[in-house]
């Protein structure tokens, strides 16, 4: 079973952060990304769009390659990108399934605080944030604005890549969460470089192509 854990990664377009989750991907011989955008994006993968009868034909064909060879590529792009149910009926396929890695496109558009307001609600999603690493699932949690991830998001991650941001706010939010180490050295990044979190308070600078 691989190393489950829950990775955030916030950079705005262009900085840098699909190229980061493509490469740490590149290796996995199980993996699904939830893809908000139309185009391909570099993913490599089979590609299905959420219409009802592609997910019947994306369900047949994940079911046929995990018997056959246990391994699959998928990249899904919903039919309404910015609908919870259809993101948390997915997320809950990946639950069951395990193993795999799992990337979220764009989560702050569809994963707001009200999911975690309301009870009995979202159940699949939340089941696989808080425990989904105990099942071998790698969430990859991708986000443009860090500000507007959930505090219930933010805390089961045990990684996190941020790309250089000049927005007070998400400086703030940052500074919260990860100290203000990362705030100091977000300062300095050139382009395509991300300040590295993890959890035990290791923080260093990168650059995706090294």
């Not at 990859?140 to 933010?154: A, D, T, Y």
Request: net charge neutral.
């Amino acid at each position: 079973m691989s190393d489950g854990r829950n990775i955030f990664v916030s950079g705005q377009t262009g900085s840098g952060k699909t190229f980061l989750v493509e490469r740490a991907i590149a290796g996995s011989s199980r993996c699904l990304v939830y893809l908000t955008k139309r185009e391909e994006c570099g993913y490599h993968g089979v590609y299905f769009d959420g219409l009802a009868g592609e997910r019947e034909t994306m369900l047949r064909w994940w079911r046929l390659a995990n018997a056959r060879a246990n391994r699959f590529r998928i990249v899904y792009r919903p039919r309404d990108p910015w609908s919870f149910e259809e993101f948390n009926a997915i997320a809950g396929l990946v639950y069951r399934c395990g193993d795999m890695d799992f990337v979220c496109e764009e989560l702050g558009g569809y994963v707001t605080s009200s999911v975690f307001r309301k009870t009995d609600y979202g159940q699949e999603f939340k089941s696989l944030l808080t425990a989904g690493r105990t099942r071998g699932v790698r969430c990859w949690l991708m986000s443009q604005r860090p500000k507007g991830i959930p505090i219930e998001v933010r805390s089961e991650a045990r990684e996190a890549y941020v790309f250089h941001s000049q927005e007070p706010a998400d400086l703030a939010y940052l500074s919260d969460w990860l100290g203000i180490e990362v705030e100091l050295k977000m300062a300095q990044l050139a382009q395509y470089e991300h300040v590295h979190w993890q959890q035990g308070g290791k923080i260093e600078v990168a650059r995706w192509p090294a």
